[in-house]
């Protein structure tokens, strides 16, 4: 800028605020021109860190135990359980239940096994299969208090009351092994049980006589109330097959269980 003297010359004046404007705008510039370091510092960082955490996280992973097992005990002898009947056994048993007629029980299982092929799993659940490759496995559960005298029998109806209940027999009367089986703690399970799996026999019940028209018992036997009874049903000479039907009239095998 230029100012004119009294003289007629011209001097040159500084501007000192302008000078002072452009100098902090070029700092502005020189700063905006320059990449903010920030965000890639602490990027740096963080990753330096996850490093390190995961590095911890591999030692300690290599360098870790599972704790031993805790000390499981082990005993030959079967826990006793309260009885679900309290009271019941100080109670005078009246005639009139002594005269009541037997309480029927419907097997909880029913399942073939083979001895020829001892890992086959009978899929049915409901059909009974007697030959000489196949028996069959029936469990029941002892039911109420004080029934402790059981008995097992076989109902089959006769060929005009069958009607489209199919029973399929290689004679008319047939003689059915009945075994006692080891005892369970647990009730046997359908989808794992075959001739390999089952409980070992025990004892020779009798023999139920298979035939149509008929009702065939065994002799009364000991029964534990809330026990669980297991029988194995065979025939090696003979074939019967046929499915449990309780509707009327009755088709199968049921328990019966009276007063001791």
């Not at 990753?47 to 996280?57: A, E, G, Q, W």
């Not at 096994?113 to 196949?134: A, C, L």
């Not at 006769?158 to 489209?164: A, D, F, I, K, Y």
């Amino acid at each position: 800028m230029f100012h004119n003297n009294r003289r007629g010359q011209y001097t040159v004046l500084e501007l000192e605020d302008g000078s002072e404007g452009s100098r902090d705008s070029e700092r502005e510039d020189t700063l905006a021109s320059q990449p903010n370091q920030t965000p890639i510092r602490w990027l740096i960082i963080t990753c330096l860190i996850s490093l390190v955490i995961s590095t911890l996280n591999l030692s300690i992973t290599a360098l870790w135990e599972p704790p031993a097992r805790p000390f499981k005990f082990t005993s030959s002898v079967k826990p006793r359980f309260p009885s679900v009947y309290i009271g019941l056994e100080r109670l005078n048993v009246s005639q009139r239940i002594l005269d009541m007629p037997p309480v029927m029980n419907y097997p909880m299982l029913i399942s073939s096994v083979s001895e020829r092929d001892p890992g086959e799993v009978d899929r049915n659940g409901t059909v009974v299969q007697i030959d000489g490759d196949h028996s069959s496995v029936m469990q029941f559960r002892v039911h109420d208090y004080g029934l402790e005298r059981c008995t097992l029998n076989v109902t089959i109806p006769s060929p005009s009351e069958l009607g489209h209940k199919p029973y399929l027999s290689s004679s008319n009367s047939q003689a059915i092994q009945v075994w006692r089986l080891a005892d369970t703690d647990s009730p046997l399970r359908p989808r794992t049980l075959s001739w390999r799996t089952k409980p070992a026999r025990v004892t020779l019940m009798g023999t139920l006589n298979f035939a149509p028209g008929t009702s065939s018992y065994l002799p009364w036997f000991s029964c534990k109330s809330n026990s669980l009874q297991a029988f194995e049903f065979s025939c090696p000479d003979c074939s019967v097959r046929f499915k449990q039907d309780h509707a009327a009239p009755l088709l199968g095998v049921m328990m019966y269980q009276i007063h001791t």
